[in-house]
């Protein structure tokens, strides 16, 4: 009896082990039919292992970008909603003394993003200014606003040398191109340079890129009727300023050269040509330099381009900014022309109203950075009504932040934010 008690119980174990077996074979093989070598159940050769996909290996220019743009979004996050908007606007200012001028509080109170040097226009410069005068101001500048500010001026040669009280003259675009070298663009940009940094400058606003004839009211401040001549002497002149560290500026988009030749200070002049046509002549400079060159900013100014925008100059105009974003690839900042000249307002001298509502539609259609308010209520009432079109649902913060980020990153790169 104990025998048969024995055997029935090494019986069951014997059961109970084959049933463990069975389930951890089923296991192992993902509970399909147990093929009649187990080996193969467990042979590694059958398991389908996923090669690992590479890490993507940055380039040291694509480091370096990354580290930037950290370093633009860090300096965002700590700005006030005004200091965003005052970042936003380029400032002039009126006659040569920086407290009652309004340029102090401008900059140290309000924090506008730039100023802009008008040596001719609004007499910032007079008879006693000198080289050291004027790095000095500069000096103030910078130590008055708690983000370093651009400081520009209008350096483009010629009939347009804004420092030829301090320096001397300087070639025209044609002659730079007569010549027959872009070398001698470069060259000589990397001689302003020299002169800017002088100066405490960081922006030249040049250079033109405009496509026409010397007949014109512009006359040699055109490189050439040719487009391809334009990109091949604009191009080598901006390379001259931007790779020796100097921020410059593709104006005026969308260009003057094939308007009906009036002056935007006194009206607004009007482009009548095809798309096709403007693609082939006044546009192409632009899209060889913007895809070759790297412009930093690019001034967008008073002109109806009626291809683009039968309705509004082309600075106010979202059709226009788009144009220039999106078909020619431009990532950087976009600045306005001075947003007080006469082309905006039918020939009149504006009203502080006019100028008000023209600063909020430029935000509003795509522009960066608003060139030309010249005293402290201006500025406030920019600001305040920039705040409003957002309120009401006119002007993202998205779209805010993306344009305070161009600037910083601009100011990061060109070494003006440390």
């Not at 463990?20 to 467990?42: D, Y």
């Not at 050269?257 to 040509?273: A, E, I, Q």
């Not at 082309?343 to 060139?371: F, K, M, R």
């Not at 161009?406 to 790169?413: A, D």
Request: hydrophobic share 35%; aromatic share 6%; with cysteine.
């Amino acid at each position: 009896m104990m025998y048969k008690i024995y055997a029935w119980h090494r019986k069951r174990k014997s059961i109970l082990y084959s049933l463990f077996v069975v389930s951890c074979l089923l296991l192992l093989s993902g509970c399909s039919v147990l093929p009649s070598n187990l080996s193969a159940v467990i042979s590694p050769t059958q398991a389908t292992v996923k090669p690992l996909k590479p890490t993507p290996t940055l380039s040291p220019a694509e480091i370096t970008l990354q580290r930037e743009q950290a370093k633009a979004q860090s300096i965002l996050k700590g700005m006030s909603q005004d200091d965003k908007l005052a970042q936003m606007i380029m400032v002039e200012y009126l006659y040569t003394d920086y407290t009652t001028s309004g340029l102090q509080q401008m900059v140290a109170q309000q924090h506008v993003g730039g100023v802009l040097y008008q040596p001719d226009g609004n007499n910032n410069w007079d008879s006693n200014t000198t080289i050291a005068s004027v790095n000095a101001f500069s000096a103030q500048i910078h130590a008055d606003d708690i983000t370093a500010p651009l400081i520009a001026i209008d350096q483009e040669g010629g009939v347009v040398s804004k420092t030829s009280l301090l320096f001397g003259g300087t070639p025209s675009a044609e002659q730079l191109a007569e010549t027959g070298y872009p070398t001698q663009a470069y060259n000589q940009a990397k001689t302003d340079v020299s002169q800017l940094k002088q100066l405490g400058i960081n922006v030249d606003l040049a250079p033109v890129v405009d496509v026409g004839p010397d007949t014109t009211q512009y006359g040699s401040r055109f490189f050439s009727a040719d487009p391809n001549t334009v990109a091949t002497y604009a191009g080598a002149f901006l390379k001259g300023l931007q790779e020796n560290g100097i921020v410059g500026t593709l104006k005026h988009f969308p260009g003057l050269g094939s308007s009906n030749d009036v002056d935007p200070h006194n009206g607004l002049p009007t482009v009548t040509k095809s798309l096709s046509d403007l693609q082939q002549s006044d546009f192409l400079p632009y899209q060889q330099i913007i895809q070759q060159d790297n412009p930093a900013m690019v001034m967008v100014t008073d002109v109806e381009t009626q291809a683009l925008d039968q309705n509004n100059p082309a600075e106010l105009s979202s059709n226009v900014i788009k144009y220039l974003r999106k078909n020619l690839g431009f990532n950087g900042v976009i600045i306005t022309d001075n947003i007080t000249m006469k082309g905006l307002y039918n020939g009149y001298d504006p009203t502080p109203s006019q100028v008000i509502q023209s600063a909020v539609q430029a935000v509003e259609a795509g522009d960066d950075i608003v060139e030309g308010p010249a005293s402290p209520d201006t500025v406030n009432s920019i600001i305040t009504a920039m705040k409003t079109a957002i309120q009401q649902g006119n002007l993202s913060q998205s779209q805010i932040d993306q344009a305070v980020m161009r600037i910083l990153l601009m100011k990061i790169q060109y070494g003006i934010i440390k």
